[in-house]
């Protein structure tokens, strides 16, 4: 059991609420915590926490990852629409076969939607997270 378990087990209890709430695609205190506007700025001085959401198939149909990384280099830009930077990803989300850096558009309309949907990107703030309370 998890140690927050037992020494605030009313804050344990919420967190598993919320993890479960989210799950069933009822808000995400991760999407509540991001900027209005997309980080264009940040994303042009580079080293961005990245969290990206793919889809992937398997038999059972399709499913929503969210993925960690950090922008290390800013490509170009077409203004206003999207732009194109290579993503160091986090070891943890690179599966066998897949490369450490990609290229990827991140496009404005994907940052931070209501809805999640592949291609959706935000700042990676899981960390702001963990130390809460």
Known sequence: ???????????????????????????????????????????RAKDFAI?????????DGSTLVWCQGRVVAFIKESIDKHVYVKIEW???????????ITRNQLKKTKWNP???VGGAW????????MHKG
């Not at 969290?51 to 038999?59: G, H, S, T």
């Not at 989300?93 to 450490?100: A, F, H, M, T």
Request: hydrophobic share 35%; glycine share 4%; net charge negative.
């Open 1 to 43: 059991m998890n140690v927050l378990s037992y020494a605030h087990p009313q804050l344990f209890n919420a967190m598993v609420e919320r993890e479960r709430l989210e799950d069933d695609g009822i808000g995400d205190e991760l999407m509540e915590m991001q900027e209005i506007l997309w980080p264009i700025k940040r994303l």
């Open 122 to 129: 935000r700042e990676d703030l899981y960390h702001k997270l």
């Open 51 to 59: 969290d990206m959401l793919f889809e992937y198939e398997d038999d």
């Open 114 to 116: 209501n809805v999640p």
């Open 90 to 100: 986090s070891d943890k989300c690179v599966r066998d076969g897949d490369l450490k």
